[in-house]
């Protein structure tokens, strides 16, 4: 008669620990384990950057070249601008000062026109000092004369016919000569005998005059 061991094996013992229908112990450990959460092997997603973080920053720098290039058109219409500008401006001093010279040859045209009338004036003026009864005409011929020559002279006429003065070449044209007298130490305007003029400050006709010395 042999004797038999009446404990139960290891596999006896794995199969009564399981119910019938029923979950191993691992099993339920794996089943109590929270949805989502990270196992052996794996990496939690949110511990890196994900594929959203570096688009936003590819827009965000497209936005910054934009408006880099907005900034750099901006200053160079500007800056065309203000060339314009002052090329206009230029523009507008040149066309103001060449008509006012225009303006001014026009006028002194006019007076070079007029000198032969003032001449013919002068002769009168000279006959009616000679003239020791001055009628009315003449009255009137003096009063107009020196209307005249008052107006041309507000406007920029300058009469040239002063005597014992050193001479001057620039506003005198010398026609006769004549002996010096003591104490000359220039040559001197000694008689003019036809008037000259200047306009603005420039000479518009030489004095016709007879010098000494």
């Known amino acids: 008669m042999s004797l038999h061991d009446d404990r139960p094996s290891a596999a006896e013992e794995a199969v009564e620990g399981t119910e019938p229908g029923g979950a191993s112990a691992s099993e339920e450990a794996a089943a109590a384990a929270p949805v989502g959460a990270p196992g052996n092997g794996e990496t939690d997603a949110g511990a890196g950057p994900g594929p959203g973080a570096s688009s936003h920053g590819s827009v965000l720098a497209e936005e910054a070249s934009h408006l880099e290039s907005v900034a750099r058109e901006r200053d160079e219409y500007l800056l065309a601008l203000q060339r314009t500008q002052a090329d206009f401006e230029n523009y507008r001093k040149r066309i103001t000062r060449q008509q006012g010279e225009m303006t001014a040859r ?91 003029y200047s306009w603005k400050g420039q000479p518009l006709r030489p004095a016709m005059v007879r010098v000494r010395g």
């Open 106 to 196: 026009a006028a002194a045209d006019l007076v070079v026109k007029l000198l032969p009338v003032l001449d013919a004036l002068d002769l009168a003026e000279a006959h009616f000092n000679e003239s020791l009864d001055l009628t009315e005409d003449g009255k009137a011929l003096r009063a107009s004369r020196a209307m005249l020559m008052d107006i041309l002279a507000k406007e920029g006429l300058e009469r040239v016919d002063h005597r014992n003065i050193p001479f001057d070449p620039s506003v005198h044209d010398a026609v006769a000569h004549g002996e010096g007298e003591p104490g000359d130490t220039d040559t001197m305007v000694d008689e003019v005998l036809r008037s000259g």
